[in-house]
Antibody, heavy 121, light 107 residues
Framework: QVQLVESGGGVVQPGRSLRVTCAAS????????MHWVRQAPGKGLEWVAV????????YYADSVKGRFTISRDNSKNTLSLQMNSLRAEDTAVYYC??????????????WGQGTLVTVSS | DIQMTQSPSSLSASVGDRVTITCRAS??????LAWYQQQPGKLPKLLIY???TLQSGAPARFSGSQSGTDFTLTISSLQPEDVATYFC?????????FGGGTKVEIK
Protein backbone atom coordinates (compact mmCIF):
# COMPACT_ATOMS: atom_id res chain seq x y z
CA GLN A 1 0.00 0.00 0.00
CA VAL A 2 1.03 3.61 -0.53
CA GLN A 3 3.06 4.94 2.36
CA LEU A 4 4.41 8.46 2.78
CA VAL A 5 6.57 9.21 5.80
CA GLU A 6 7.80 12.72 6.51
CA SER A 7 10.76 13.61 8.70
CA GLY A 8 13.04 16.50 9.48
CA GLY A 9 10.71 18.84 11.31
CA GLY A 10 11.72 20.71 14.42
CA VAL A 11 12.20 24.09 16.01
CA VAL A 12 14.20 26.63 14.02
CA GLN A 13 14.92 30.32 14.51
CA PRO A 14 13.51 32.92 12.14
CA GLY A 15 15.76 33.47 9.15
CA ARG A 16 17.33 30.02 9.40
CA SER A 17 16.90 27.01 7.14
CA LEU A 18 15.44 23.54 7.47
CA ARG A 19 14.99 20.59 5.15
CA VAL A 20 12.08 18.18 5.45
CA THR A 21 11.86 14.94 3.55
CA CYS A 22 9.25 12.37 2.60
CA ALA A 23 10.05 8.70 2.11
CA ALA A 24 7.67 7.03 -0.31
CA SER A 25 6.87 3.36 -0.76
CA UNK A 26 4.18 1.09 -2.14
CA UNK A 27 4.02 2.67 -5.59
CA UNK A 28 6.28 3.55 -8.52
CA UNK A 29 7.55 6.84 -7.09
CA UNK A 30 9.40 7.93 -10.24
CA UNK A 31 6.15 7.92 -12.27
CA UNK A 32 4.10 10.44 -10.31
CA UNK A 33 4.04 14.07 -9.31
CA MET A 34 4.46 14.87 -5.63
CA HIS A 35 3.20 17.76 -3.52
CA TRP A 36 3.83 19.51 -0.23
CA VAL A 37 0.87 20.86 1.73
CA ARG A 38 1.03 22.59 5.10
CA GLN A 39 -1.38 23.30 7.90
CA ALA A 40 -0.68 25.89 10.58
CA PRO A 41 -1.90 24.92 14.07
CA GLY A 42 -5.68 25.17 14.18
CA LYS A 43 -5.82 26.57 10.64
CA GLY A 44 -6.72 25.41 7.15
CA LEU A 45 -4.80 23.62 4.46
CA GLU A 46 -2.31 25.49 2.29
CA TRP A 47 -0.83 23.99 -0.84
CA VAL A 48 2.92 24.69 -0.92
CA ALA A 49 4.59 23.15 -3.97
CA VAL A 50 4.51 20.43 -6.63
CA UNK A 51 7.22 18.65 -8.57
CA UNK A 52 6.68 16.62 -11.72
CA UNK A 53 7.55 12.94 -11.92
CA UNK A 54 10.92 13.69 -13.52
CA UNK A 55 11.76 16.70 -11.40
CA UNK A 56 11.81 19.13 -14.30
CA UNK A 57 8.63 21.06 -13.54
CA UNK A 58 8.14 22.76 -10.20
CA TYR A 59 5.51 25.19 -9.00
CA TYR A 60 5.20 27.07 -5.75
CA ALA A 61 2.69 29.02 -3.71
CA ASP A 62 3.39 32.75 -3.78
CA SER A 63 3.92 32.67 -0.02
CA VAL A 64 7.04 30.47 -0.36
CA LYS A 65 8.32 31.32 -3.82
CA GLY A 66 12.00 32.24 -3.76
CA ARG A 67 12.49 30.79 -0.26
CA PHE A 68 11.48 27.12 -0.59
CA THR A 69 12.77 24.55 -3.08
CA ILE A 70 11.10 21.25 -3.81
CA SER A 71 13.21 18.37 -5.11
CA ARG A 72 13.13 14.62 -5.48
CA ASP A 73 15.51 11.68 -5.73
CA ASN A 74 13.85 8.97 -7.77
CA SER A 75 16.69 6.55 -7.04
CA LYS A 76 15.89 6.78 -3.32
CA ASN A 77 12.12 7.32 -3.51
CA THR A 78 12.39 10.53 -1.53
CA LEU A 79 10.85 13.97 -1.80
CA SER A 80 12.40 17.00 -0.13
CA LEU A 81 11.51 20.56 0.73
CA GLN A 82 14.38 22.93 1.44
CA MET A 83 13.08 25.87 3.43
CA ASN A 84 15.24 28.99 3.67
CA SER A 85 14.67 32.36 5.31
CA LEU A 86 12.03 30.86 7.55
CA ARG A 87 9.40 33.07 9.12
CA ALA A 88 7.06 32.64 12.05
CA GLU A 89 4.18 32.26 9.61
CA ASP A 90 5.83 29.15 8.15
CA THR A 91 5.07 27.32 11.40
CA ALA A 92 2.91 24.37 10.37
CA VAL A 93 2.63 20.65 9.93
CA TYR A 94 4.10 19.83 6.53
CA TYR A 95 2.53 16.97 4.63
CA CYS A 96 3.65 15.27 1.48
CA UNK A 97 0.72 14.19 -0.63
CA UNK A 98 -0.08 12.74 -4.01
CA UNK A 99 -2.38 10.72 -6.19
CA UNK A 100 -1.42 7.80 -8.37
CA UNK A 101 -1.98 9.63 -11.63
CA UNK A 102 0.27 11.04 -14.29
CA UNK A 103 -1.26 14.50 -13.95
CA UNK A 104 0.73 17.29 -12.34
CA UNK A 105 -2.47 18.72 -10.88
CA UNK A 106 -4.84 16.22 -9.33
CA UNK A 107 -6.56 15.87 -5.94
CA UNK A 108 -4.69 14.08 -3.20
CA UNK A 109 -5.65 10.54 -2.34
CA UNK A 110 -2.61 9.88 -0.17
CA TRP A 111 -1.16 11.90 2.68
CA GLY A 112 1.77 11.37 4.98
CA GLN A 113 1.37 11.82 8.72
CA GLY A 114 3.14 15.15 8.56
CA THR A 115 6.13 16.72 10.27
CA LEU A 116 5.84 19.81 12.48
CA VAL A 117 8.02 22.80 11.72
CA THR A 118 8.07 25.51 14.37
CA VAL A 119 9.76 28.80 13.59
CA SER A 120 10.48 30.61 16.83
CA SER A 121 13.27 32.45 18.56
CA ASP B 1 -4.18 33.67 -8.96
CA ILE B 2 -7.66 32.20 -8.59
CA GLN B 3 -9.15 32.52 -5.12
CA MET B 4 -11.45 29.92 -3.55
CA THR B 5 -14.04 31.34 -1.14
CA GLN B 6 -15.83 28.86 1.06
CA SER B 7 -18.99 29.51 3.07
CA PRO B 8 -20.07 29.31 5.76
CA SER B 9 -16.93 29.10 7.88
CA SER B 10 -18.83 27.02 10.40
CA LEU B 11 -22.26 25.53 10.90
CA SER B 12 -24.19 23.54 13.46
CA ALA B 13 -26.92 21.12 12.44
CA SER B 14 -28.88 18.23 13.86
CA VAL B 15 -28.38 14.58 13.06
CA GLY B 16 -30.38 13.77 9.96
CA ASP B 17 -30.33 17.33 8.62
CA ARG B 18 -29.35 18.18 5.07
CA VAL B 19 -26.19 20.27 5.09
CA THR B 20 -24.85 22.42 2.26
CA ILE B 21 -21.42 23.99 1.93
CA THR B 22 -20.48 26.34 -0.89
CA CYS B 23 -17.17 27.11 -2.59
CA ARG B 24 -16.83 29.91 -5.13
CA ALA B 25 -13.93 30.27 -7.55
CA SER B 26 -12.92 33.80 -8.53
CA UNK B 27 -12.48 32.61 -12.14
CA UNK B 28 -13.54 29.61 -14.17
CA UNK B 29 -11.89 26.31 -13.27
CA UNK B 30 -14.10 24.02 -15.34
CA UNK B 31 -14.98 21.13 -13.04
CA UNK B 32 -11.52 20.81 -11.47
CA LEU B 33 -12.81 21.01 -7.94
CA ALA B 34 -12.31 18.55 -5.09
CA TRP B 35 -13.75 18.31 -1.59
CA TYR B 36 -11.92 16.94 1.45
CA GLN B 37 -13.07 15.99 4.91
CA GLN B 38 -10.73 16.41 7.87
CA GLN B 39 -12.05 14.88 11.05
CA PRO B 40 -10.57 16.19 14.30
CA GLY B 41 -6.98 15.03 14.73
CA LYS B 42 -6.95 13.13 11.45
CA LEU B 43 -5.57 13.53 7.97
CA PRO B 44 -7.63 15.07 5.17
CA LYS B 45 -9.64 12.55 3.20
CA LEU B 46 -10.67 13.02 -0.42
CA LEU B 47 -14.46 12.89 -0.74
CA ILE B 48 -15.30 14.22 -4.18
CA TYR B 49 -13.36 15.17 -7.29
CA UNK B 50 -14.34 16.55 -10.69
CA UNK B 51 -16.94 18.58 -8.80
CA UNK B 52 -19.38 15.69 -8.46
CA THR B 53 -17.59 12.33 -8.63
CA LEU B 54 -17.67 10.44 -5.36
CA GLN B 55 -14.28 9.06 -4.37
CA SER B 56 -14.19 5.32 -3.84
CA GLY B 57 -15.10 4.53 -0.25
CA ALA B 58 -16.79 7.85 0.50
CA PRO B 59 -20.34 7.52 1.88
CA ALA B 60 -23.15 8.01 -0.63
CA ARG B 61 -24.75 10.70 1.54
CA PHE B 62 -22.05 13.06 0.25
CA SER B 63 -22.62 14.68 -3.12
CA GLY B 64 -21.19 17.54 -5.12
CA SER B 65 -22.61 19.88 -7.72
CA GLN B 66 -21.59 22.84 -9.81
CA SER B 67 -23.16 25.94 -11.26
CA GLY B 68 -20.62 27.95 -13.17
CA THR B 69 -17.94 28.93 -10.68
CA ASP B 70 -20.07 27.98 -7.67
CA PHE B 71 -19.60 24.54 -6.20
CA THR B 72 -21.65 22.82 -3.53
CA LEU B 73 -20.99 19.94 -1.18
CA THR B 74 -24.15 18.40 0.24
CA ILE B 75 -24.51 15.95 3.08
CA SER B 76 -27.98 14.49 2.61
CA SER B 77 -28.43 13.27 6.18
CA LEU B 78 -25.86 14.47 8.71
CA GLN B 79 -24.34 11.74 10.86
CA PRO B 80 -22.27 12.09 14.05
CA GLU B 81 -19.16 10.86 12.23
CA ASP B 82 -19.49 13.77 9.80
CA VAL B 83 -18.25 16.19 12.43
CA ALA B 84 -15.23 17.58 10.62
CA THR B 85 -13.83 20.48 8.70
CA TYR B 86 -14.47 20.40 4.97
CA PHE B 87 -12.18 21.98 2.40
CA CYS B 88 -12.60 22.60 -1.30
CA UNK B 89 -9.58 22.67 -3.60
CA UNK B 90 -9.13 23.74 -7.19
CA UNK B 91 -6.82 21.60 -9.29
CA UNK B 92 -7.08 22.97 -12.80
CA UNK B 93 -3.48 24.15 -12.54
CA UNK B 94 -0.97 25.31 -9.96
CA UNK B 95 -1.42 26.82 -7.45
CA UNK B 96 -3.79 24.12 -6.16
CA UNK B 97 -5.56 26.52 -3.82
CA PHE B 98 -7.74 25.32 -0.95
CA GLY B 99 -10.78 27.10 0.38
CA GLY B 100 -10.71 28.38 3.94
CA GLY B 101 -12.69 25.45 5.33
CA THR B 102 -16.10 24.86 6.87
CA LYS B 103 -16.33 23.40 10.34
CA VAL B 104 -19.41 21.20 10.77
CA GLU B 105 -20.71 20.45 14.24
CA ILE B 106 -23.70 18.61 15.64
CA LYS B 107 -26.35 20.72 17.35
Amino acid sequence: QVQLVESGGGVVQPGRSLRVTCAASGFTFRSYAMHWVRQAPGKGLEWVAVISYDGYNKYYADSVKGRFTISRDNSKNTLSLQMNSLRAEDTAVYYCANSITAALSWPFEYWGQGTLVTVSS
Amino acid sequence: DIQMTQSPSSLSASVGDRVTITCRASQGISNYLAWYQQQPGKLPKLLIYAASTLQSGAPARFSGSQSGTDFTLTISSLQPEDVATYFCQKYDSAPLTFGGGTKVEIK
